[in-house]
């Protein structure tokens, strides 16, 4: 979503970066660049304003013009204040000491909330916590199937009433069957309708009246834009939510809405939906996605998600394989479904500090439909030619091409590629760090890398 800003922002640091003074005019033409980036973003123009100031401001004083590298310290400002902008400090939910901590879920129709919900359900079952949800959406065809469908998928209870009973009533008979069952947390799923109306949040408010929710969050779909915060201010008069969770993250849409919601509203991003899968949602971290935004990666969140998918030990064990140079192609197949639990390649590469600014990687058109047939190629071959694929000649690969449905240059660059690769871990392993055209060629292309013309 922040590609564009992203790539206007480090363009204009980039030349900050590299004076070696700088001059009140330098800073004037830097603040012009970031008010057009962010505006072009769509972020609000008032919002755009203010930080655009504050910036200029800081940047003005002399501890940054007098200093010995300003260029550093314009960076380490802009950096502050976007992180600044998007709440600060992370902020989580808040849970009972004691007993069930109900979630009440607020949100316009078509804003993915009830998929939102299943994917805070399964967040937080992974946490260890026993989840239930409530199906008080009785006005949209399917929304209670839609429920417990991805409610099942993320390992939660779906209560729920029919189509006929009251919404409030529903709330409050869950909670009590959430209590009976000693469930931690209780998510309820409201209605969501076309637009703002006095009827949704009349019953918001009676929902929150009986059942007391600890947490109330508001859906809003990044891909909506300025129009997502005018449905936040809407429902920040009335439905008083303590926490935004933002959809769609993942889209096209130049994300002025995850920009600008806190300074409008001054309630903060608690997380964010990054993608289709019920995996892909995340807590919202200010100063990280400030950091990827800025071109200097997030290494905290990556190694989150490599934590959930690879074990000290089997790290250990890869580390001493690469060092050794016995890496396998079932190494390697192990290796590669792991990753792809982690996310889209190109999501990962965004998160190496410095990559995200790369040419040569940005340019790279990763398909990660690229690894379906990477994969298909190697299922394809005996276990002693993916423990010593150097053995791999002429029958043998017409035999691994038929045998996967690729063509044989397919499988001869798969195993070129391999060849490539192992020897990049065993030099990485040794502390060596590639430069970026070896990476790119580790991003699961088989033929030469598309260029996207600008």
Known sequence: MFDQLSERLQSTLSD???????????????????????????VNFKVVKSFTAKVKERCQGSDVMDSLNPGQQVVKIVNEELTELMGGAGRDLVFSNKGTTVIMMAGLQ?????????????????????????ACDVYRPAAIQQLETVGKRAGAVV???????????????????????????????????????????????????RVKPMNVLLVVDAMTGQDAVGVAESFAESAEFDGVII??????????????????????????????????????????????ILGMGDVLSLIEKAEEQVSEEEAEELQQKMANDTFTLDDFLKQMRQVRKMGPIGNLIGMMPGMGAMKQLKDVDVDDRELDRVEAIILSMTPYERAYPEIIKGSRRRRIANGSGMKIQQVNNMVKQFDQMRKLMKQMAGGNMP??????????????????RR
């Open 16 to 42: 900050v970066r590299g004076r070696g003074k700088l001059t009140e005019a330098d800073v004037d033409k830097a603040m012009r660049e970031i008010r057009l980036a962010l505006l072009e973003a769509d």
């Open 110 to 134: 078509g804003s993915g909330k009830t998929t939102a919900t299943a994917k805070l359900a399964q967040l937080l079952t992974k946490e260890g916590k026993r989840v239930a949800l409530a």
């Open 159 to 209: 209560y729920q009433q029919g189509t006929d009973a009251d919404p409030v009533e529903i709330a409050a008979w869950a909670l009590e069957k959430a209590k009976d069952e000693n469930r931690d947390v209780l998510i309820i799923d409201t209605a969501g309708r076309l637009h703002i109306d006095n009827e949704l949040m009349d019953e918001l408010v009676n929902i929150r009246k």
């Open 247 to 292: 959809s769609k993250l993942d889209g096209d849409a130049r994300g002025g809405a995850a920009l600008s919601v806190k300074a409008v509203t001054g309630k903060p991003i608690l997380f964010a939906s990054t993608g289709e899968k019920l995996g892909d949602f995340e807590r919202f971290h200010p100063d990280r996605m400030s950091s990827r």
């Open 435 to 452: 430069d970026p055209a070896q990476l790119a060629k580790m991003t699961g292309k088989q033929q030469r890398p598309k260029i996207r």
